[in-house]
């Protein structure tokens, strides 16, 4: 892989965002150890949501029909951004009694601490889902084991800090693997004819990626036009619109601090230290770089963006064009955090006294005398097994001190022999045991075996 990107002249991602398979981070460890990697949030929660629906304990909230709950967690499977309701509940720290004490409510409080803004958030969040959730110690259990040590690759806190471009899921790759198949006329197509769709799908990609570049650069938006946008200068014509709504974002926080009529004495902008991670997660201008230019009436230029958000590159093949123009360099922020990584002791989860109170008794979530027709299934499947293991060592030791020239003992579950007849040579457990067989040895009560003349 490196030597590919070596003889095609691309340069290495900042970034590579993966859906939590194994190999693929082995494989990523192997041949790109100093990228970092991230975690697809949408596969994170939908992990989170899966896991907290089968360990929940206790009886769930009932439903009006019966297909209600399938489309809900389906809904709630496939939506990682929120409604209205949610985004309230994300914001607000004071409507934790909204929350419903169920699994979707695990779900719902797991999302504050996946885009909690800072570290000290984000470990509030964690505090408040194992108060809230205490009787669900599986689920802590999984949220704590699996998910907290690799934090620094799906949490908003860390994540902020890499140059990702605002993307935190593996959507657009999805979308491609389910593209490429419409190039393909069935599915026993040869790996030849693969390569040709991919080939004939990137350049559709790219011709559509060039008709859009094109109509941000004759139709740019009424709000960067005129006198409002002088501070963008160049930029109107040598950006796309996503990354100038992306600045104008910015432009309006920088504005608050600006004096007007109305406020002529405004708050101190503050300074740009490590919070303000804008420049470095977006590649463009945070709103303390705005505010100096908007004081100084000094428009941007095209060099102080990153060259991602531009509608084109230049077609030159000067070798000494990248004298002139620069690719923007990006400061590495140490080493990748790719493995997992110990969890602070203060994110640990403590044992409450309502818990430890009922540690000896039952679960908590399930009230007394109320196990489901499952629960009792699986209590006298689980009885039955164990009789029938307990059987059956019995009957294989008894046999093994007699048959000690054989080299191997059939277990439960095996249909050959040492003759390799193809019939079960195991003894049933349902019928009366011969004397042979309650034999010890050939020593020991030999004469319980009696031979006919």
């Known amino acids: 892989m490196t030597q590919l990107l070596f003889l095609s002249t691309l340069e290495q991602p900042d970034v590579i965002i993966t859906d939590f398979d194994k190999a693929t981070q082995a494989a990523l460890n192997d041949q790109f150890p100093n990228i970092q990697q991230q975690l697809c949030i949408h596969h994170i929660i939908s992990n989170v949501l899966l896991k907290a629906k089968n360990k929940w304990v206790g009886e769930r909230e009932e439903r009006t029909s019966p297909g209600a709950s399938d489309d809900e967690d389906a809904s709630s499977l496939a939506g990682v951004w929120f409604g209205t309701t949610d985004k309230q509940l994300l914001n607000d720290s004071s409507t934790s009694d909204k929350i419903p004490h169920t699994y979707q409510g695990v779900v ?23 108060k ?7 689920i802590l259990q999984y949220l704590y084991a699996t998910c907290l040590p690799v934090s620094a690759q799906w949490a908003r806190c860390f994540i902020r800090h890499y140059r990702n471009f605002g993307i935190r899921v593996t959507s657009g790759t999805e979308a491609s693997n389910n593209n490429v198949k419409s190039y393909l006329l069935n599915g026993m197509s040869h790996l030849y004819r693969l390569v040709e769709a991919m080939q004939d799908m990137i350049h559709d990609q790219e011709r559509s990626f060039t008709d859009a570049c094109g109509q941000d650069d004759v139709l740019t938006a009424p709000q960067y036009l005129g006198s409002m946008g002088n501070y963008l200068g160049e930029l109107r014509t040598t950006m ?11 432009y309006r926080i920088a504005r608050k601090f600006m004096p007007t009529g109305k406020n002529p004495f405004p708050d101190s902008i503050g300074p ?19 505010y100096e ?13 990153h060259p991602r958000w531009r509608l084109r590159e230049s077609a030159s093949q000067d070798p000494y064009r990248r004298i002139l123009d620069p690719k923007v360099a990006t400061a590495l922020r140490g080493r990748p955090k790719n493995t997992a990584q110990a969890v602070p002791a203060s994110l640990a989860i403590t044992e ?47 046999i093994q001190r007699h048959t000690g020239r054989l080299s191997t003992i059939l277990r439960s579950g095996k249909t050959t022999g040492v003759r390799c007849s193809g019939r079960r040579t195991q003894p049933n457990i349902r019928r009366t045991m011969s004397q042979w067989e309650l034999a010890k040895s050939d020593e020991e009560d030999a004469d319980c075996i009696v031979v006919k003349q």
């Open 108 to 130: 719902l409080m797991w999302k504050r601490a996946l885009y909690a803004e800072t570290e000290e958030a984000f470990e509030q969040a964690w505090r408040d889902l194992c």
């Open 132 to 138: 809230e959730f205490d009787d669900q110690r599986a």
């Open 240 to 250: 796309s619109s996503t990354g100038l709504k992306l600045i104008n974002k910015e």
């Open 272 to 290: 740009c230290n490590d919070d303000c991670t804008v420049s470095i997660e977006l590649g463009i201008p945070c709103y303390h770089k705005i």
């Open 293 to 305: 230019k908007l004081d100084s009436a000094t428009p941007f230029t095209k060099w102080e963006v």
């Open 352 to 398: 409450s006294s309502q818990s430890a109170s009922q540690s000896g008794g039952r679960r908590q979530g399930r009230p007394p005398g109320r196990l489901n027709k499952s629960a009792h299934a699986k209590k006298a499947q689980k009885a039955t097994q164990e009789t029938i293991t307990q059987a059956s060592s019995q009957i294989s030791i008894s």
